[in-house]
């Protein structure tokens, strides 16, 4: 019983308290445009010429489009390995004010009173024993 008490105050009296520290994950967004094509496409529909007057309508029908697209070599990602910043975060501490810190004071000499009669009786009564 003795070696488990010992054991116990062991362990209580090397853990300890240290400061708390916070790991931000900071994620990495990676965009890459390599290339941008131009589409441009030109549409001939139902074009019929014929030269003789009177015989069929001059039509002439021409369509054209242009616009911007995005090739598929358009990567956006987030990079598999976050980066981990270790931030020390300082906790806010609650201080003792005057009339608390007395009163330790004054709990700590009325323990250290009782604990000199505690020790006067206990020689008191060895004393008495051993005659």
């Not at 070696?3 to 931000?24: A, D, P, R």
């Not at 967004?29 to 030109?42: A, F, G, H, N, P």
């Not at 242009?66 to 910043?85: A, H």
Request: hydrophobic share 45%; proline share 2%; aromatic share 12%.
């Amino acid at each position: 019983m003795k070696k488990f008490i010992g054991i116990f105050l062991l362990v209580v009296i090397l853990t300890g308290c240290k400061t708390q520290k916070v790991f931000v994950p900071v994620d990495h967004v990676t965009t890459e445009y390599r290339d941008r094509y131009k589409l441009d496409s030109i549409y001939y529909r139902d074009t019929i010429e014929i030269t003789n007057a009177g015989d069929t309508i001059f039509k002439n029908v021409i369509r054209w489009r242009e616009r911007f697209i995005r090739d598929t070599v358009y990567q956006s990602r987030t990079d598999s390995i976050p980066v981990i910043i270790e931030v020390e975060k300082e906790i806010p501490v609650n201080y003792l004010t005057k009339w608390q810190t007395i009163r330790i004071w004054i709990g700590n000499i009325i323990l250290i009173i009782l604990a000199a009669l505690v020790g006067w009786k206990l020689i008191k009564l060895y004393l008495k024993l051993k005659k």
